[in-house]
């Protein structure tokens, strides 16, 4: 090997960097970037000059596809960028008041069951000692 080929495969007794790159990001591009580089694209006229503005600007066709699309939906907000991912349910601003109330309904549920309870134990050990309970209606009057 000459010494070019030395100094092109490792410099002067220099390993490389064995760490990893960092991870690539996706690019984001602005609303206003997208409205610039389509109204340049929509200027040009001869052949060739797409393709040129495209590799100038380190783009893809498919990004003025997409950018002309989302332009026709409307212009800012088809143009600003998007999160990724699942989208989230709309928050029913009633949904915290409903779930309190089938709290509250529960808790009164388990109250009335407990009332009951203590109602026919009631009953049933003025049975048992003999006991004669009053009638609702005695007990209205009075």
């Not at 990001?25 to 109204?39: N, P």
């Not at 929509?42 to 950018?67: F, M, N």
Request: aromatic share 2%; charged share 35%.
């Amino acid at each position: 090997m000459d010494a070019k080929t030395e100094e092109m495969v490792a410099p002067a007794g220099k390993r490389p960097d064995p760490e990893a790159t960092e991870k690539a990001r996706r690019r984001t591009f602005s609303a206003a970037y997208k409205r610039r580089i389509l109204e340049k694209a929509d200027q040009c006229t001869l052949p060739g000059e797409v393709g040129s503005l495209l590799r100038r600007e380190g783009l893809h066709s498919s990004h003025l596809t997409t950018w002309r699309r989302q332009r026709e939906t409307g212009v800012l907000t088809g143009l600003s960028p998007r999160k990724r991912g699942p989208r989230k349910e709309p928050v029913n601003p009633l949904a915290r008041q409903l779930a309190a109330q089938e709290r509250e309904n529960q808790r009164l549920r388990q109250k009335l069951e407990k009332a009951e309870a203590i109602i026919d134990f009631q009953k049933k050990v003025s049975e048992l000692l003999g006991i004669a309970l009053e009638p609702e209606e005695s007990r209205t009057k009075t």
